[in-house]
C-alpha cells in the first residue's frame, strides 16, 4: 500500500520570503512517480510537477523548485519569493506502475495550507 | 488544454435523495476518476474507470456507484444520499495508465446533504 504524509497542515509566510513544503511517501514498488498539485480558492486542482523514480535530478521552473531525495523518500517543493498569489493548498501525491485496471491511481497527501501575506 | 467540466458547482440535496454528479473531459482520455476531498484527509479515491463500461472501486466506495457509458463522461451517484457524504467532490481525467500521466481535474462540485 502507498501513503503520503505532508506534516505541514498550515504554512504562513510574508511576501518574498522563501517556503519549503514537506513531503514523505512509503512505497515498496520500484517505478512510481511523485506529483504535486496546486489548489487555489477557486477549487481546482492544477497539476505542477511530476517526476518518476529513476530521475532524482532536481528541478527548477521560475521561482519554484523541487527537491526528490530516494534516500529519505522525500519529495520536497520550494517556492522562493514568495507572492500572495501562492497562496492555496498544495498537494504530493503518488502513483505506482501497473496494468491498465490499476488506472494509474493517486495517493494525496493530506495537503498544506499556505497563507502569503503581504 | 484539457478541460474537465463537472456538472455543478454546488448542490444540495436531502437525505435519501438520488444524487447524480457528472463529469466531462473534453481530451479523449481514457481513465476518469471520482475523489471527495475533505478537511485533514486530503483527496481520497472513490470510484475510477480505465474504459468505456469499465470501472473499479477505490478507497472509500460504499454508498456510491458509478456509470461510464460514452469515454467523455463520469457519473457518480449517491444511491440514497446521506449527511456524511457532505462533501467537496472531484473529477479528474487522464491519458495512459501505463505511462502515469497527470491527472487533469475539475472544479469541483460542493454537495450539501439535508
Excluded at chain 1, 44 to 62: A, C, W, Y
Aim: charged content about 25%; aromatic content about 12%.
Amino acid at each position: 500500500a502507498q501513503k503520503v504524509t505532508q506534516a505541514q497542515t498550515e504554512i504562513s509566510v510574508v511576501e518574498k520570503e522563501d517556503v519549503t513544503l514537506d513531503c514523505v511517501y512509503e512505497t515498496r514498488d520500484t517505478t512510481y512517480y511523485l506529483f504535486w498539485y496546486k489548489q487555489p480558492p477557486s477549487g481546482e486542482l492544477v497539476f505542477l510537477i511530476r517526476r518518476n523514480s529513476f530521475d532524482e535530478q532536481n528541478e527548477i521552473s521560475g521561482r519554484y523548485s523541487w527537491n526528490f531525495q530516494k534516500s529519505t523518500s522525500s519529495f520536497n517543493f520550494t517556492i522562493t519569493a514568495s507572492q500572495v498569489v501562492d497562496s492555496a493548498v498544495y498537494f504530493c501525491a503518488l502513483s505506482v506502475w501497473g496494468p491498465k485496471t490499476s488506472g494509474s491511481r493517486l495517493t494525496f497527501g493530506e495537503g498544506t495550507q499556505l497563507t502569503v501575506n503581504p | 488544454d484539457v478541460k474537465v467540466t463537472q456538472s455543478s458547482r454546488y448542490l444540495v440535496k436531502r437525505t435519501g435523495e438520488k444524487v447524480f454528479l457528472e463529469c466531462v473531459q473534453d481530451m479523449d482520455h481514457e481513465n476518469m476518476f471520482w475523489y471527495r476531498q475533505d478537511p485533514g484527509l486530503g483527496l481520497r479515491l472513490i470510484y475510477f474507470s480505465y474504459d468505456v463500461k469499465m470501472k473499479e472501486k477505490g478507497d472509500i466506495p460504499e454508498g456510491y456507484s458509478v456509470s461510464r457509458e460514452k469515454k467523455e463522461r463520469f457519473s457518480l451517484i449517491l444511491e440514497s444520499a446521506s449527511t456524511n457524504q457532505t462533501s467537496m467532490y472531484l473529477c479528474a481525467s487522464s491519458k495512459d495508465t501505463l505511462r502515469l500521466s497527470p491527472q487533469h481535474f475539475g472544479d469541483g462540485t460542493r454537495l450539501s446533504i439535508l
